[in-house]
T-cell receptor, first 115, second 113 residues
Framework: GEDVEQSLFLSVREGDSSVINCTYT??????LYWYKQEPGAGLQLLTYIFSNMDMKQDQRLTVLLNKKDKHLSLRIADTQTGDSAIYFCAESSPPNSGGYQKVTFGTGTKLQVIP | NAGVTQTPKFQVLKTGQSMTLQCAQDMNHEYMSWYRQDPGMGLRLIHY???????DQGEVPNGYNVSRSTTEDFPLRLLSAAPSQTSVYFC????????????FGDGTRLSIL
């Protein structure tokens, strides 16, 4: 079945760049996503990339996709203390017979930003 | 605009008790899902629905029931609570079949003693 793996923890200094990495196994993934979870809250979609793209930039966020190696990364430029959160990588499978696209989440990477 | 609302936010149960976790969305989304979040395991899909009257099992459905009598509501029932069901439960909804973006509620933190 599908599997998505991430490192559990990353610590960076305020102002530096953060790079969060993710590997996945499902070669039929249609979209790959990055979600952010702040303490006591649900997940919020940060950005996503279609599986036929290599890169997507959205303000301070850059997503890189290496489809050959099934590797996804999220780079946050000029990391701020407000970026401290858990970041989840996720992939969606093609629709099943009922039209539902299952989303598989990674274990999450806790980003700590040191002032 | 409330989005996805989950109640209660916290609950403690004894083994063997039953309860219903409520989920309501006001965005007229067709697709709704229930996940559980456990340390080191990410989110795992329990049950999902592609519209009123239609539900199906996810990867960890045992011990849980769902129903979808209206577009807005998607309650999750624990039939006989077990300590292994101690977790944080999230409900999510999405507008279309791509299932993205999913809008998440703030979660229900459930402890089974």
């Amino acid at each position: 079945g599908e599997d998505v793996e991430q490192s559990l923890f990353l610590s960076v200094r305020e102002g530096d760049s953060s790079v969060i990495n993710c590997t996945y196994t499902d070669s039929s993934s249609t979209y790959l996503y990055w979600y952010k979870q702040e303490p006591g809250a649900g997940l919020q979609l940060l950005t996503y990339i279609f599986s036929n793209m290599d890169m997507k930039q959205d303000q301070r966020l850059t997503v890189l996709l290496n489809k050959k190696d099934k590797h996804l990364s999220l780079r946050i430029a000029d990391t701020q203390t407000g970026d401290s959160a858990i970041y989840f990588c996720a992939e969606s499978s093609p629709p099943n017979s009922g039209g539902y696209q299952k989303v598989t989440f990674g274990t999450g990477t806790k980003l700590q930003v040191i002032p | 605009n409330a989005g996805v609302t989950q109640t209660p936010k916290f609950q403690v149960l004894k083994t063997g008790q039953s309860m219903t976790l409520q989920c309501a969305q006001d965005m007229n989304h067709e697709y709704m899902s229930w996940y559980r979040q456990d340390p080191g395991m990410g989110l795992r899909l329990i049950h999902y629905s592609v519209g009123a009257g239609i539900t199906d099992q996810g990867e960890v459905p045992n011990g849980y029931n769902v129903s979808r009598s209206t577009t807005e509501d998607f309650p999750l029932r624990l039939l006989s609570a077990a300590p292994s069901q101690t977790s944080v439960y999230f409900c999510a909804s999405s507008e279309d079949r791509s299932n993205q973006p999913q809008h998440f509620g703030d979660g229900t933190r459930l402890s089974i003693l």
